[in-house]
Nanobody
Framework: QLHLVESGGGLAQTGGSLRLSCAAS????????IAWFRQAPGKAREGVSCISSNTYRYITDSMRGRVTISRDNAKNTVYLQLNSLEREDTAVYYC?????????????????WGQGTQVIVSS
């Protein structure tokens, strides 16, 4: 059973950066696609980015240029680098994983979810 734990959230200023981590336990991540989602207050959860086992990456249009996703299988961790933060980036950020899957930001494609890490961006 794969267990995911997000970290790295917190309070940041507009224009700042944060690096979120998604650490896995219970299994290696080599065969898993990992995605990041976020849910802003009063809004539906939305996909942000994903990375497949062969490191194919996808970033949604709204975040492209400000977000980088990477993985370190040796550390069983996936990272989401958020740059040029905007107040609209305030949300709970979740990572999700699914084995033998291509990169996807469809929530139903993922079997394992973390509990989320809160990001608050203030001016």
């Amino acid at each position: 059973q794969l267990h995911l734990v997000e970290s790295g959230g917190g309070l940041a200023q507009t224009g700042g950066s944060l690096r979120l981590s998604c650490a896995a336990s219970g299994s290696g991540l080599e065969d898993y696609a990992i995605a990041w989602f976020r849910q802003a207050p009063g809004k539906a959860r939305e996909g942000v980015s994903c990375i497949s086992s062969n490191t194919y990456r996808y970033i949604t249009d709204s975040m492209r240029g400000r977000v980088t996703i990477s993985r370190d299988n040796a550390k069983n961790t996936v990272y989401l680098q958020l740059n040029s933060l905007e107040r609209e980036d305030t949300a709970v950020y979740y990572c999700a994983a699914d084995q033998y899957r291509l990169c996807s930001i469809a929530q139903d494609d993922y079997s394992y979810w973390g509990q989320g890490t809160q990001v608050i961006v203030s001016s």
